[in-house]
Protein backbone atom coordinates (compact mmCIF):
# COMPACT_ATOMS: atom_id res chain seq x y z
CA UNK A 1 0.00 0.00 0.00
CA UNK A 2 1.35 3.14 -0.97
CA UNK A 3 -0.04 6.91 -1.31
CA UNK A 4 0.22 9.14 -4.56
CA UNK A 5 -0.90 12.70 -5.34
CA UNK A 6 -0.59 14.75 -8.13
CA UNK A 7 -1.22 18.32 -8.96
CA UNK A 8 -2.02 20.04 -12.51
CA UNK A 9 -2.04 23.53 -12.43
CA UNK A 10 -4.60 25.68 -15.13
CA UNK A 11 -3.83 28.98 -12.86
CA UNK A 12 -0.81 30.38 -13.15
CA UNK A 13 -1.90 32.50 -9.91
CA UNK A 14 -1.61 29.04 -8.08
CA UNK A 15 2.36 28.12 -9.05
CA UNK A 16 4.14 29.86 -6.27
CA UNK A 17 1.55 27.49 -4.25
CA UNK A 18 2.37 24.40 -5.87
CA UNK A 19 5.15 22.92 -3.91
CA UNK A 20 2.61 23.71 -0.65
CA UNK A 21 -0.15 22.67 -1.87
CA UNK A 22 1.42 18.87 -3.11
CA UNK A 23 2.98 18.48 0.35
CA UNK A 24 -0.22 19.17 2.41
CA UNK A 25 -1.67 16.37 -0.16
CA UNK A 26 1.28 13.96 0.35
CA UNK A 27 1.10 14.65 3.91
CA UNK A 28 -2.49 13.57 4.14
CA UNK A 29 -1.05 10.03 2.69
CA UNK A 30 1.35 9.18 5.31
CA UNK A 31 -0.63 6.10 6.90
CA UNK A 32 -0.47 4.95 3.41
CA UNK A 33 3.31 4.71 3.36
CA UNK A 34 5.94 5.76 6.36
CA UNK A 35 8.96 4.32 4.81
CA UNK A 36 10.09 6.70 2.36
CA UNK A 37 8.68 9.76 0.00
CA UNK A 38 9.46 11.92 -2.85
CA UNK A 39 8.10 15.22 -4.86
CA UNK A 40 8.62 16.00 -8.93
CA UNK A 41 8.27 19.86 -8.78
CA UNK A 42 7.47 20.88 -12.96
CA UNK A 43 9.20 24.52 -13.24
CA UNK A 44 12.14 27.36 -13.38
CA UNK A 45 12.81 26.15 -17.01
CA UNK A 46 15.13 28.37 -18.58
CA UNK A 47 15.15 28.78 -22.16
CA UNK A 48 18.69 26.43 -23.46
CA UNK A 49 19.29 24.96 -19.88
CA UNK A 50 18.41 21.65 -18.65
CA UNK A 51 18.93 19.67 -15.02
CA UNK A 52 20.77 17.42 -13.09
CA UNK A 53 19.23 16.54 -9.74
CA UNK A 54 21.70 14.39 -8.16
CA UNK A 55 21.83 12.88 -4.47
CA UNK A 56 24.48 11.86 -1.96
CA UNK A 57 24.67 10.24 1.69
CA UNK A 58 27.17 12.84 2.31
CA UNK A 59 26.76 16.10 0.58
CA UNK A 60 29.07 18.15 2.50
CA UNK A 61 32.13 16.51 0.40
CA UNK A 62 30.89 15.42 -2.05
CA UNK A 63 28.97 18.69 -3.69
CA UNK A 64 32.22 20.76 -2.49
CA UNK A 65 33.41 22.28 -5.53
CA UNK A 66 31.59 19.61 -7.85
CA UNK A 67 29.74 22.81 -9.50
CA UNK A 68 33.53 23.87 -10.26
CA UNK A 69 35.31 20.54 -11.51
CA UNK A 70 31.97 20.30 -14.07
CA UNK A 71 32.60 23.90 -15.69
CA UNK A 72 36.19 22.90 -15.82
CA UNK A 73 35.06 19.87 -18.04
CA UNK A 74 32.29 20.90 -20.09
CA UNK A 75 33.77 24.36 -20.37
CA UNK A 76 30.45 26.02 -19.59
CA UNK A 77 28.29 27.29 -17.28
CA UNK A 78 27.22 25.62 -14.29
CA UNK A 79 24.62 26.49 -11.60
CA UNK A 80 24.43 24.55 -8.25
CA UNK A 81 21.69 24.69 -5.83
CA UNK A 82 22.66 22.23 -2.61
CA UNK A 83 19.17 21.10 -0.53
CA UNK A 84 20.33 19.05 2.03
CA UNK A 85 21.36 15.76 0.56
CA UNK A 86 20.23 17.04 -3.38
CA UNK A 87 21.78 18.84 -5.47
CA UNK A 88 20.43 20.58 -8.92
CA UNK A 89 23.16 21.49 -11.53
CA UNK A 90 21.95 23.77 -14.33
CA UNK A 91 24.34 23.71 -17.56
CA UNK A 92 23.82 24.42 -21.25
CA UNK A 93 20.97 22.08 -22.83
CA UNK A 94 24.02 21.31 -25.11
CA UNK A 95 26.03 20.27 -22.34
CA UNK A 96 23.89 17.60 -21.06
CA UNK A 97 25.50 14.31 -22.37
CA UNK A 98 28.81 15.58 -21.36
CA UNK A 99 27.73 16.60 -17.52
CA UNK A 100 25.92 13.09 -17.04
CA UNK A 101 29.86 11.49 -18.75
CA UNK A 102 30.97 13.37 -16.41
CA UNK A 103 29.42 12.52 -13.18
CA UNK A 104 28.79 8.84 -13.66
CA UNK A 105 33.06 8.37 -15.07
CA UNK A 106 34.41 10.99 -12.10
CA UNK A 107 31.61 10.63 -9.57
CA UNK A 108 30.26 7.32 -9.05
CA UNK A 109 29.14 7.81 -6.03
CA UNK A 110 26.66 10.57 -6.94
CA UNK A 111 23.16 9.34 -7.57
CA UNK A 112 21.12 10.53 -10.19
CA UNK A 113 17.66 11.91 -9.25
CA UNK A 114 16.40 13.25 -12.35
CA UNK A 115 17.36 15.31 -15.48
CA UNK A 116 15.62 17.34 -18.21
CA UNK A 117 14.50 21.07 -18.93
CA UNK A 118 12.06 21.53 -16.07
CA UNK A 119 11.81 18.60 -14.06
CA UNK A 120 13.29 18.34 -10.12
CA UNK A 121 13.24 15.33 -8.00
CA UNK A 122 13.61 14.92 -3.72
CA UNK A 123 12.98 11.68 -2.08
CA UNK A 124 14.91 10.52 0.58
CA UNK A 125 13.69 7.73 3.68
CA UNK A 126 11.40 9.03 6.54
CA UNK A 127 8.04 10.69 6.49
CA UNK A 128 6.65 12.81 4.08
CA UNK A 129 6.86 15.80 6.64
CA UNK A 130 10.27 15.50 7.44
CA UNK A 131 11.24 15.15 3.87
CA UNK A 132 9.29 17.87 2.34
CA UNK A 133 10.88 19.79 5.44
CA UNK A 134 14.91 18.83 4.56
CA UNK A 135 14.29 19.89 1.17
CA UNK A 136 11.63 22.98 1.40
CA UNK A 137 9.31 21.82 -0.73
CA UNK A 138 6.38 24.27 0.59
CA UNK A 139 8.60 27.03 -1.05
CA UNK A 140 8.66 25.66 -4.16
CA UNK A 141 7.07 26.84 -7.40
CA UNK A 142 5.71 25.08 -10.45
CA UNK A 143 3.35 24.74 -13.30
CA UNK A 144 2.58 20.90 -12.22
CA UNK A 145 4.12 18.23 -9.45
CA UNK A 146 3.48 14.15 -8.53
CA UNK A 147 4.46 13.06 -5.13
CA UNK A 148 4.81 9.65 -3.38
CA UNK A 149 4.49 7.76 -0.10
CA UNK A 150 5.67 4.46 0.10
CA UNK A 151 5.28 1.18 2.33
CA UNK A 152 7.83 -0.82 0.57
CA UNK A 153 7.24 -4.92 -0.79
CA UNK A 154 9.00 -5.33 -3.92
CA UNK A 155 12.25 -3.46 -2.71
CA UNK A 156 14.50 -2.49 0.34
CA UNK A 157 13.62 0.86 2.08
CA UNK A 158 16.44 3.16 0.59
CA UNK A 159 16.49 6.49 -0.99
CA UNK A 160 16.61 5.21 -4.56
CA UNK A 161 13.99 2.64 -3.64
CA UNK A 162 11.55 5.93 -3.13
CA UNK A 163 9.44 7.28 -5.93
CA UNK A 164 9.63 9.15 -8.28
CA UNK A 165 11.70 7.44 -10.65
CA UNK A 166 13.06 9.47 -13.93
CA UNK A 167 13.72 7.35 -16.91
CA UNK A 168 14.04 9.84 -19.40
CA UNK A 169 14.13 13.76 -19.91
CA UNK A 170 11.37 15.36 -17.69
CA UNK A 171 9.58 12.04 -17.28
CA UNK A 172 8.62 10.45 -14.33
CA UNK A 173 6.48 8.10 -12.52
CA UNK A 174 4.97 7.29 -9.24
CA UNK A 175 3.29 3.87 -8.58
CA UNK A 176 0.76 2.31 -6.39
CA UNK A 177 0.51 -1.60 -6.79
CA UNK A 178 2.66 -4.60 -7.53
CA UNK A 179 3.96 -5.77 -10.73
CA UNK A 180 4.33 -9.58 -11.11
CA UNK A 181 6.32 -9.61 -14.15
CA UNK A 182 9.08 -6.90 -13.42
CA UNK A 183 11.64 -9.39 -13.18
CA UNK A 184 11.74 -10.88 -16.86
CA UNK A 185 10.79 -7.07 -18.03
CA UNK A 186 13.79 -5.69 -16.33
CA UNK A 187 15.83 -8.67 -17.93
CA UNK A 188 14.28 -7.78 -21.40
CA UNK A 189 14.81 -4.12 -21.30
CA UNK A 190 18.26 -4.26 -19.78
CA UNK A 191 19.00 -6.23 -22.95
CA UNK A 192 17.26 -3.81 -24.88
CA UNK A 193 19.82 -1.42 -23.83
CA UNK A 194 17.57 0.81 -21.00
CA UNK A 195 19.29 1.11 -18.07
CA UNK A 196 17.80 0.62 -15.14
CA UNK A 197 19.11 1.30 -11.67
CA UNK A 198 17.60 -0.89 -8.91
CA UNK A 199 15.65 -3.60 -8.03
CA UNK A 200 12.20 -1.74 -7.60
CA UNK A 201 9.27 -2.29 -9.48
CA UNK A 202 8.22 0.86 -10.43
CA UNK A 203 11.08 1.97 -11.78
CA UNK A 204 10.80 -1.13 -14.44
CA UNK A 205 7.08 0.20 -14.93
CA UNK A 206 8.80 3.67 -15.91
CA UNK A 207 11.35 2.42 -17.89
CA UNK A 208 9.14 0.48 -19.64
CA UNK A 209 7.37 3.87 -20.58
CA UNK A 210 10.13 5.33 -21.56
CA UNK A 211 11.49 2.73 -23.79
CA UNK A 212 8.03 2.80 -25.37
CA UNK A 213 7.75 6.29 -26.07
CA UNK A 214 11.06 6.14 -27.42
CA UNK A 215 10.40 3.39 -29.86
CA UNK A 216 7.30 5.93 -31.32
CA UNK A 217 4.69 5.45 -29.36
CA UNK A 218 2.98 8.57 -27.68
CA UNK A 219 2.45 8.51 -23.86
CA UNK A 220 -1.16 7.52 -24.47
CA UNK A 221 -0.01 4.62 -26.36
CA UNK A 222 2.83 3.60 -24.15
CA UNK A 223 0.28 3.77 -21.53
CA UNK A 224 -2.30 1.58 -22.84
CA UNK A 225 0.49 -0.92 -23.89
CA UNK A 226 1.30 -1.13 -20.36
CA UNK A 227 -2.08 -2.94 -19.68
CA UNK A 228 -1.06 -5.66 -21.61
CA UNK A 229 2.58 -6.11 -21.20
CA UNK A 230 2.52 -5.50 -17.69
CA UNK A 231 1.12 -7.71 -14.96
CA UNK A 232 -0.05 -7.00 -11.68
CA UNK A 233 -2.02 -4.41 -9.70
CA UNK A 234 -1.73 -0.75 -10.36
CA UNK A 235 -2.39 2.82 -10.60
CA UNK A 236 0.31 5.10 -12.54
CA UNK A 237 0.71 8.77 -12.64
CA UNK A 238 3.05 10.17 -14.99
CA UNK A 239 4.90 13.13 -15.25
CA UNK A 240 6.20 15.18 -18.36
CA UNK A 241 7.43 18.54 -19.26
CA UNK A 242 3.82 19.63 -20.17
CA UNK A 243 1.42 18.00 -18.21
CA UNK A 244 0.38 14.03 -16.77
CA UNK A 245 -1.54 11.23 -17.25
CA UNK A 246 -3.14 8.37 -15.34
CA UNK A 247 -4.00 4.67 -16.36
CA UNK A 248 -5.30 2.07 -13.87
CA UNK A 249 -5.11 -1.37 -14.68
CA UNK A 250 -8.60 -3.72 -15.82
CA UNK A 251 -8.89 -4.88 -12.16
CA UNK A 252 -8.67 -1.50 -10.61
CA UNK A 253 -8.33 -2.32 -7.33
CA UNK A 254 -6.12 0.16 -6.05
CA UNK A 255 -8.31 3.06 -4.63
CA UNK A 256 -7.93 6.68 -7.15
CA UNK A 257 -9.94 9.30 -7.18
CA UNK A 258 -9.13 12.63 -9.25
CA UNK A 259 -10.99 16.32 -8.62
CA UNK A 260 -10.93 19.61 -11.45
CA UNK A 261 -11.82 22.76 -11.41
CA UNK A 262 -10.92 25.93 -13.61
CA UNK A 263 -7.85 26.06 -11.44
CA UNK A 264 -6.02 22.70 -11.53
CA UNK A 265 -6.55 18.99 -11.94
CA UNK A 266 -6.09 17.06 -9.09
CA UNK A 267 -5.07 13.21 -8.41
CA UNK A 268 -5.29 11.04 -4.81
CA UNK A 269 -5.09 7.75 -3.76
CA UNK A 270 -7.86 8.90 -1.35
CA UNK A 271 -10.47 11.99 -1.35
CA UNK A 272 -9.02 13.12 2.02
CA UNK A 273 -5.99 14.34 -0.06
CA UNK A 274 -8.03 16.60 -1.62
CA UNK A 275 -10.15 18.24 0.58
CA UNK A 276 -7.84 21.22 1.48
CA UNK A 277 -7.79 22.58 -1.92
CA UNK A 278 -9.48 25.48 -2.97
CA UNK A 279 -12.54 25.52 -4.47
CA UNK A 280 -12.94 21.38 -4.11
CA UNK A 281 -16.34 21.65 -3.14
CA UNK A 282 -17.43 23.19 -6.35
CA UNK A 283 -14.91 20.51 -8.04
CA UNK A 284 -15.87 17.84 -10.64
CA UNK A 285 -14.86 14.06 -8.38
CA UNK A 286 -14.73 11.30 -9.90
CA UNK A 287 -12.96 7.60 -10.21
CA UNK A 288 -10.80 7.03 -12.76
CA UNK A 289 -12.08 4.27 -14.97
CA UNK A 290 -9.79 0.49 -15.26
CA UNK A 291 -8.06 0.34 -18.29
CA UNK A 292 -8.86 4.67 -19.47
CA UNK A 293 -5.89 6.43 -20.10
CA UNK A 294 -6.06 10.37 -18.84
CA UNK A 295 -3.81 13.50 -19.90
CA UNK A 296 -3.68 16.87 -19.38
CA UNK A 297 -1.30 19.32 -21.01
CA UNK A 298 -0.53 23.03 -20.86
CA UNK A 299 -0.01 22.48 -24.44
CA UNK A 300 -2.83 23.99 -26.34
CA UNK A 301 -1.46 21.50 -28.68
CA UNK A 302 -0.01 18.46 -27.22
CA UNK A 303 3.72 17.38 -28.99
CA UNK A 304 3.27 13.70 -30.79
CA UNK A 305 4.66 11.81 -27.38
CA UNK A 306 2.11 13.42 -25.40
CA UNK A 307 -1.06 13.17 -26.76
CA UNK A 308 -3.00 10.39 -25.04
CA UNK A 309 -4.66 7.67 -27.24
Known sequence: MCGIVGLFLKDKSLEPKLGDMLTDMLITMTDRGPDSAGIAIYGGESEGKAKLTIQSDTPETAFHKLDNDLRDVIKGKVKMNVKDTHAVLEINADQMGAARTFLSENRPDLRLMSRGESL????????????????????????????????????????????PFNTGD?????????LSNHNSLRRKLRRLGVHIETENDTE????????KMQTGSTL???????????????????GTKDGFGV?????????????????????GSEYRALVNLPGIEDARVWEPEPATVYFW????APTTQEKAA
Not at 144 to 152: D, L, N, W
Open 247 to 267: VRDPIACKPAVMAETDQYVAF
Open 204 to 211: VGAAYLTW
Open 170 to 178: DQCLVHNGS
Open 120 to 163: EIFKEVGLPKKVAERFDVRKMSGSHGIGHTRMATESAVTTMGAH
Open 220 to 238: GEALQSSLDDLDGFFTFLV
Open 297 to 300: SHNA
